[in-house]
T-cell receptor, first 116, second 119 residues
Framework: AQTVTQSQPEMSVQEAETVTLSCTYDTSESDYYLFWYKQPPSRQMILVIRQEAYKQQNATENRFSVNFQKAAKSFSLKISDSQLGDAAMYFCAYRGYQGGSEKLVFGKGTKLTVNP | GAVVSQHPSWVICKSGTSVKIECRSLDFQATTMFWYRQFPKQSLMLMATSNEGSKATYEQGVEKDKFLINHASLTLSTLTVTSAHPEDSSFYIC???????????????FGAGSRLTVL
């Protein structure tokens, strides 16, 4: 079964600085998708960035970028120039197939605090 | 962009009653929708995968008779919590992805969630 592990329950960063959130996953599949979702206090899940496993190039979305290491099964998120609005729970997610059924599996999340 | 509407956003009911939560994809069609449950300060736990026109696929440990899922059309899936009890109180979230081959087909869009409180 696919599993997603986020080893940092909480992280903090100073405004304007850079922070990296860690994520590792376990799978036997070769084709899958990885995501980072943000959940602010409103609890609305917001897509931050996604990565297709077949692409070697790391995805980038403005201040957000990933370091995707397929062999190591690692998918970390880097937030540059952190802003107060970045404070939220961040969930790493794996999308693939298990038992013939498509699934999106989440890690336990990392709570990010941005200090002014 | 893709929008998923979830209704109601919050509901309070008495123990023993049933509650229905709707999940609609507003501007796209979705063959598959997912239902999650989230306890306070915890991650999203996949409950079931809802497939249009067929039976839902439930995750291990999720009671099929307790959590009835119906996916009657390409834009609507419903979750009915039957004979609700206080332990069913939780935050329920649905998500959907556009049909394969359409724009954004590999990205799940989430509803805003439904907070259920069973008294």
């Amino acid at each position: 079964a696919q599993t997603v592990t986020q080893s940092q329950p909480e992280m903090s960063v100073q405004e304007a600085e850079t922070v990296t959130l860690s994520c590792t996953y376990d799978t036997s599949e070769s084709d899958y998708y990885l995501f980072w979702y943000k959940q602010p206090p409103s609890r609305q899940m917001i897509l931050v960035i996604r990565q297709e496993a077949y692409k070697q190039q790391n995805a980038t979305e403005n201040r957000f970028s990933v370091n995707f290491q397929k062999a190591a099964k690692s998918f970390s998120l880097k937030i540059s120039d952190s802003q107060l609005g970045d404070a939220a729970m961040y969930f790493c997610a794996y999308r693939g197939y298990q038992g013939g059924s498509e699934k999106l599996v989440f890690g336990k999340g990392t709570k990010l605090t941005v200090n002014p | 962009g893709a929008v998923v509407s979830q209704h109601p956003s919050w509901v309070i009911c008495k123990s023993g009653t049933s509650v229905k939560i709707e999940c609609r994809s507003l501007d796209f069609q979705a063959t598959t929708m997912f239902w999650y449950r989230q306890f306070p300060k915890q991650s999203l736990m996949l409950m079931a995968t809802s497939n249009e026109g067929s039976k839902a696929t439930y995750e291990q440990g999720v009671e099929k008779d307790k959590f009835l899922i119906n996916h009657a059309s390409l834009t609507l899936s419903t979750l009915t919590v039957t004979s609700a009890h206080p332990e069913d109180s939780s935050f329920y979230i649905c998500s959907a992805t556009p049909l394969a081959g359409s724009s954004g087909a590999n990205v799940l869009t989430f509803g805003a969630g439904s907070r259920l409180t069973v008294l």
